[in-house]
């Protein structure tokens, strides 16, 4: 029904900065809650940031300051803008989007952060 296609991420250095977006597509009435997730090797997928329809955000304590995320409801795509990128921040990115009853997961794009 719903599709989610994410676009950015790659290499960066620490210090850097990256942004990725995700695009939903389908039978879209009204889009709830959208985020962002990411999961390490070997780790658990945790919550990086969420965004409700009416603009409350919720942020996980390691990236408060340093990431942003956004929405363009006319656009139906999240974004999240990453500053000051850490190694610890290396992770599949993944988004999140609730819509009706269900929720989407996209497909997941990888960001690296070297030192």
């Known amino acids: 029904q719903v599709q989610l296609v994410e676009s950015g991420g790659g290499l960066v250095q620490a210090g850097g900065s990256l942004s990725v977006s995700c695009a939903a597509s389908g039978r879209i009435f009204s889009i709830g809650r959208m985020g962002w997730y990411r999961q390490a090797p070997g780790k658990q997928r945790e919550m990086v940031a969420t965004i409700t329809s009416g603009g409350s955000t919720d942020y996980a304590d390691s990236v408060k300051g340093r990431f942003t995320i956004s929405r363009d409801n006319a656009k139906n795509t999240v974004y999240l803008q990453m500053n000051s990128l850490k190694p610890e921040d290396t992770a599949v990115y993944y988004c999140?989007?609730?819509?009706?009853?269900?929720?989407?997961w996209g497909q997941g794009t990888q960001v690296t952060v070297s030192s």
């Open positions: 999140n989007v609730v819509v009706s009853l269900y929720t989407y």
